[in-house]
Nanobody, 124 residues
Framework: QVQLVESGGGLVQAGGSLRLSCAASGRTFSSYAMGWFRQAPGKEREFVAC????????YYVDSVKGRFTISRDNAKNTVYLQMNSLKPEDTAVYYC?????????????????WGQGTLVTVSS
């Protein structure tokens, strides 16, 4: 079973950048598709980005395209979310998730492996 720990959240001004990390334990990390989700106060959790097991395929929600980049380093068992040009509406708790299925459909599946989340606050 993969276990996930997010880090890198914090307070940043609008227009700034942050890089989130999600460190995974377990020898099967490299075979899992990985995703980032977020939940803003009073809202449902939403998909942000995901990446295939080999890093080739990447998918993003429209609102972050061109601003966020997902990547992974299987040698370090870590997935990243580089967030640039941050906006106040990006404020949320960000969660990473792992799934052995295809990255293409990760956002639609009932995922079972989640991290504890890291808070990102963007001030205007």
């Amino acid at each position: 079973q993969v276990q996930l720990v997010e880090s890198g959240g914090g307070l940043v001004q609008a227009g700034g950048s942050l890089r989130l990390s999600c460190a995974a334990s377990g020898r099967t990390f490299s075979s899992y598709a990985m995703g980032w989700f977020r939940q803003a106060p009073g809202k449902e959790r939403e998909f942000v980005a995901c990446i295939s097991w080999n890093g080739v395929s990447k998918y993003y929600v429209d609102s972050v395209k061109g601003r966020f980049t997902i990547s992974r380093d299987n040698a370090k068992n870590t997935v990243y979310l580089q967030m640039n040009s941050l906006k106040p509406e990006d404020t949320a708790v960000y969660y990473c998730a792992a799934d052995p299925g295809l990255a293409e459909t990760l956002r639609y599946r009932n995922l079972e492996v989640w991290g504890q989340g890291t808070l990102v606050t963007v001030s205007s």
